[in-house]
């Protein structure tokens, strides 16, 4: 039983550089989730997807923060032009369709630390 | 944006002491969930309250829905060392509280 994998686990970069963080969600979950989690703080949620649509998007969210779900299965959160300030555990999570307990299955997490 | 407040933000408990944490909405919730997260560890789903007043138990655990559904507690009755990490409410998986972080003096 393989859970929401998240890869790189630890990613550093000079300010200015992209990244580009891949999640695997658990097999047939239609729904995805990435959040932002700084030291201290609960997950900040940044934007979710059923199937390939993204059908929300945090208003926090900078335009330097991109998503995407081509083909409803793996998910990549890119960020362009990193700031000191986009240094956090980047959370990917993902529950079926239906699901009736409101579970999320979260990932091991991506680790970002912009220099 | 709307806030899930969430009270205390730190809590330090000889074990077998009891700890309750606390979440407060300025707004009506359609629901609520639970989550753990241990140190250096990912949240771990809990449990979802969905009623008006709901009271639900996991062995030491029990949670409550307000009945206006604006605020839930989480209570651990006789804290282990098992218990520790810190604890997460969430509206609607996306508004997550700051989270109270438990830890347990053996």
Same mark, same amino acid.
């Given at each position: 039983d393989t859970g929401v994998s998240q890869d790189p686990r630890h990613k550093i970069t000079k300010r200015g550089q992209n990244v580009t963080f891949r999640c695997d969600p658990i097999s047939e979950h239609n729904r995805l989730y990435w959040y932002r989690q700084t030291l201290g703080q609960g997950p900040e949620f940044l934007t979710y997807f059923q199937n390939e649509a993204q059908l929300e998007k945090s208003r926090l969210l900078s335009d330097r923060f991109s998503a995407e779900r081509p083909k409803g299965s793996?998910?990549?959160?890119?960020?362009?032009?990193?700031?000191?300030?986009?240094?956090?555990m980047y959370l990917c999570a993902s529950s079926p369709d239906r699901v009736r307990t409101g579970e999320l299955f979260f990932g091991e997490g991506s680790r970002l630390t912009v220099l | 944006g709307q806030q899930v407040? =969430?009270?205390?933000?730190?809590?330090?408990?000889?074990?077998?002491?009891?700890?309750?944490?606390? +979440?407060?909405?300025?707004?009506? !919730?359609?629901?609520? =969930?639970?989550?753990?997260?241990?140190?250096?560890?990912?949240?771990?789903?809990?449990?979802? !309250?969905?009623?008006?007043?709901?009271?639900?138990?996991?062995?030491? !655990?029990?949670? =409550?829905?307000?009945?206006?559904?604006?605020?839930?507690? !989480?209570?651990?009755?006789?804290? =282990?060392?098992?218990?520790?990490?810190?604890?997460? +409410?969430?509206?609607?998986?996306?508004?997550?509280?700051?989270?109270?972080?438990?830890?347990?003096?053996?």
């Open positions: 793996f998910s990549t959160l890119e960020i362009q032009r990193t700031e000191q300030g986009d240094s956090a | 407040m =969430q009270i205390p933000q730190y809590q330090h408990v000889q074990e077998g002491e009891d700890f309750t944490t606390y +979440c407060n909405s300025s707004t009506t !919730l359609s629901n609520i =969930q639970w989550y753990k997260q241990r140190p250096g560890g990912h949240p771990v789903f809990l449990i979802q !309250l969905v009623k008006s007043g709901e009271v639900k138990k996991q062995k030491r !655990l029990t949670f =409550q829905f307000g009945e206006a559904k604006k605020n839930s507690s !989480l209570h651990i009755t006789a804290t =282990q060392t098992t218990d520790v990490g810190t604890y997460f +409410c969430a509206a609607s998986r996306m508004r997550f509280g700051a989270g109270t972080r438990l830890t347990v003096k053996p």
